[in-house]
């Protein structure tokens, strides 16, 4: 599985970004498909994601402001983010699971700040 972000980029507070991620290689049969961040230093931890059963789940600190969406046809889930902090400011990266593995893109970074 290939998976290709876009959609990062500078934004100030309270603006919004809408980052993509399309999968290919593979067929879009998944466990798990979502967005995990990552800060210099910290873990990387999980923004949001849909199961495979149609589920999402958010981090608590983007509950109300980010939504993750699907789109089958193209194969591409997206994290649309609204009012956006500057806590935010991470590399944001897609995570495709199946079968007990993680595939990776390589990330697009994100940064809030005026």
């Known amino acids: 599985v290939h998976l290709v972000e876009s959609g990062g980029g500078l934004v100030q507070p309270g603006g919004s970004l809408n980052l993509s991620c399309a999968a290919s290689?593979?067929?879009?049969?998944?466990?798990?498909l979502g967005w995990y961040r990552q800060v210099p230093g910290t873990q990387r931890e999980l923004v949001a994601g849909?199961?495979?059963?149609?589920?999402?789940n958010y981090a608590d600190s983007v509950k109300g402001r980010f939504t993750v969406s699907l789109d089958n046809a193209k194969n591409t889930v997206y994290l649309q983010m609204n009012n956006v902090k500057p806590e935010d400011t991470a590399l944001y990266y897609c995570?495709?699971?199946?079968?007990?593995?993680?595939?990776w893109g390589q990330g697009t970074q994100v940064t809030v700040s005026s």
């Open positions: 995570n495709f699971r199946r079968a007990g593995y993680d595939f």
């Open positions: 290689g593979s067929s879009f049969s998944f466990n798990f």
């Open positions: 849909i199961s495979g059963l149609g589920v999402s």
